[in-house]
């Protein structure tokens, strides 16, 4: 069972086939029961913008230390869609609480 241990947000680029797009991020640190770490990634993109980029369902989240976190979008993206898109990522790589906190200095715990 996850339990929530932080959250944040951050400023970014969103990057599709070689073209980026200026984005803000929010972060949820949670905890699993074997005390690791997972980190949730989710930000809001135009979907004009992803259309025009050719979106098949996953981008790249450029974070300002230059870390590179892909995110996702289940399923299609059509003009019938909302004007906002919600994209995901997950981040699972850091062992503790201090590894967090040394990638994603936006957490605030």
Known sequence: MLTFAAEGSGQGRLEINGNSQPVSYEL?????????????????????????QGFSGEAVLVRD???RIAVRREGGLDVDDTVSVTLEGYDDTH???????GAYPELKH
């Open 28 to 52: 949820v640190e949670a905890r699993e029961e074997d005390d690791s770490r997972q980190v949730r990634i989710r930000l809001n993109a135009p979907r004009d913008w992803l259309l025009k």
């Open 65 to 67: 230390n230059g870390s």
């Open 95 to 101: 062992a503790d609480g201090e590894d967090v906190s």
